[in-house]
């Protein structure tokens, strides 16, 4: 029997069930099942088809009841039960190869509720938000996900000329997405080869690409997260969803801009899943020479006087002193120091970007032994090996120990296992 996509439309009936009976329709339409999921509170209001999971189940997997909600009158509370609840019932109904994409539409409640529901279902399932905080600061929603959001451009409050032509695309969109998404997962082979994380940016791509390069021949697929915030959150992410084999995290950059206020901070825990999660690591300091910012004019009055490079002109970077260099050295060995994971620190000594070359803008030996003799007094005496290389970052021969590094500790620890 073949497999029909299913598309899941998560959504509050009881303020948006006119919308959704009319989406509902335009779904199927593409000839895409729909499974409605209830995440309201109320009763529904303007829904006169069946509903697939409702609001008893939803606070059920949220674990706590309708009526509960109702009495306790907390919109908050209640918003987040249903985030909670709905993220379950996906789960589950994904876990049976009974989902192919989900479809959510509202204003900062409903966004809230499935952004929160769709947060952790796996990358590569479609997952199209359409809401009335797209046009703004939309990080809360997508997270290190691969949420696609659509500007509803005019409130879901009914459906009119405007918003029959926005959520149309959105149902037309998610029901092409189902039918693509369904088709591969019918035809693909699965690829059972571990798998690696690794961080990367513009300044130690030669570094990354061929670690890759050499791990591909040993046998490894290697997933590259650019270390913008948003990468290296998505990396910490999947350090701890139980799926890598190991992180050759070379590209630690993050660090920096979470240290000194740059514009590409992954917050205060990255470099922590892996070792919390007994993944194997190899971390190198690549890039920690820098901090990040957007255009010149953007950078904030406090650091003139600083060393600066226009990258180009929506990025300006900017050198890190000996002192901040000091205390990242001390950061990254704390971090370190404190993984349960079997874990390789690699020093470059001849530089950790392609601006920290010698000769280069951001040349400072006085910042880089800073940072080499804190990390280096941060992880002695413990469980750290640390491997002190002369090599520039981006040396093929320093990408490859990288590499072999890592796979000596994904080979030891298999064999424990």
Do not use: C
């Not at 990025?315 to 704390?334: C, F, I, K, P, Q």
């Amino acid at each position: 029997m073949t497999h029909r996509p299913t598309v899941a439309l998560v959504g509050t009936l009881d303020t948006k069930g006119v919308e959704y009976q009319w989406i509902a329709e335009q779904v199927e339409r593409h000839g895409v099942a729909v499974h409605i999921v209830d995440a309201g509170i109320r009763e529904p209001h303007g829904f006169d088809r069946s509903i697939d999971t409702d609001q008893d189940a939803v606070a059920e997997a949220a674990g706590t009841t309708i009526d509960a909600l109702r009495s306790a009158d907390d919109r908050g509370a209640a918003v987040t039960a249903a985030g909670e609840g709905t993220a379950e019932v996906l789960a589950a109904l994904h876990a049976a190869g009974g989902l192919d994409g989900v479809l959510a539409v509202g204003g900062s409640g409903g966004s809230s509720i499935a952004a929160r529901a769709v947060r952790d279902m796996p990358i590569g399932l479609p997952k199209l938000i359409v809401s009335t905080m797209a046009s703004g600061d939309v990080s809360p929603y997508v997270g290190a996900s691969d949420v696609t959001l659509m500007y509803s451009v005019v409130d879901i409050a009914g459906i009119n000329q405007l918003s029959r032509a926005v959520l149309g695309n959105a149902a037309a969109a998610i029901a092409a997405m189902a039918v693509e998404h369904s088709t591969r997962r019918s035809a693909e082979t699965p690829d059972d080869r571990p798998l690696i994380a690794a961080s990367m940016f513009g300044v130690t791509t030669p570094a990354v690409d061929a670690a890759r390069e050499r791990l591909d021949d040993l046998g490894y697929e290697v997933l590259v997260f650019h270390a913008t915030g948003s990468g290296g959150q998505a990396l910490e992410s999947l350090a701890r969803s139980g799926m890598l084999a190991g992180v050759l995290d070379l590209t630690t950059t993050e660090l920096a801009d979470d240290l000194v206020g740059g514009v590409l901070s992954a917050g205060p825990e990255r470099l922590t899943a892996a070792g919390a999660s007994s993944v194997p690591q190899v971390v190198s300091l690549g890039a920690l020479d820098m901090v990040n910012f957007g255009p010149r004019e953007s950078v904030p009055a406090a650091f003139e006087g600083r060393d600066f490079f226009v990258h180009n002109p929506t990025v300006t970077l900017m050198r890190t002193t000996a002192d901040e260099s000091a205390e990242l050295g001390r950061r990254v060995a704390a971090k370190l120091a404190a993984a349960a994971a079997p874990t390789v620190l690699m020093l470059p000594r001849g530089g950790v970007s392609a601006l920290d070359a010698p000769g280069q803008p951001f040349a400072d030996a006085e910042a880089d032994r800073a940072l080499f003799a804190a990390v280096t007094d941060g992880v002695a005496g413990s469980s750290v090996t640390t491997i002190d290389l002369p090599d520039h970052i981006n040396d093929a021969s320093f990408a490859v120990r990288a590499a072999d590094e890592l796979h000596t500790l994904i080979t030891a620890q298999r064999k424990r296992n």
